[in-house]
């Protein structure tokens, strides 16, 4: 079956199994590596996108799914300031190890920064509680997207 959608803002299409999913889809057919495949059950979001604004774990999501839709996966974020934000907040809290999980935090970092959700420790909770990092502890992340936060606040960072 043909299936169409933005990838990162460019349009393309692939012709494949309806029920393979998304996850699959991107890193093999679209070399979007940093889409990682953890436990692809759905239960640890390192192979999170933001689908038409929403987080979406991509393993558990049949790419029929995002017929016509809008996705957008870390390699398309690079560019922005809330990105850029998040890479210096990361890289001065030491928030990163071995960065397995990192793409999907990222995402939906950007995603709370998009939408003007200030990181307080309930809000981060409850929005990485669907990103596991079997790493840091997961005190160093919080650290580092409050920082981030901050510097993006304060314009301290620019994007393209
Ligand atoms: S690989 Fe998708 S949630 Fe774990
Ligand atoms: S840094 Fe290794 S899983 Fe999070």
Request: contains cysteine.
């Amino acid at each position: 079956m043909k299936i169409n959608f933005f990838l990162n803002h460019i349009f393309c299409t692939v012709d494949t199994d309806p029920l393979r999913s998304l996850a699959d889809v991107l890193r093999n057919d679209f070399n979007q590596t940093d889409v990682k495949q953890g436990c692809k059950e759905g239960e640890c979001g390192a192979c999170a996108v933001l689908i038409e604004g929403v987080t979406v774990h991509s393993c558990i999501y049949p790419v029929v799914m995002a017929q016509d839709k809008k996705i957008l996966t870390l390699s398309g974020i690079l560019d922005t300031a809330e990105y850029q934000a998040i890479k210096k907040g990361f890289s001065d809290a030491g928030s990163v190890q071995c960065g397995f999980c990192t793409p999907g935090i990222v995402i939906v970092c950007y995603d709370m920064f998009k939408r003007n959700i200030k990181p307080s420790r309930d809000m981060l909770m409850e929005h990485l509680s669907g990103n596991l990092c079997r790493c840091t502890g997961y005190n160093s992340i919080f650290k580092g997207v409050e920082l981030a936060f901050e510097y993006y606040k304060k314009n301290m960072v620019s994007g393209g």
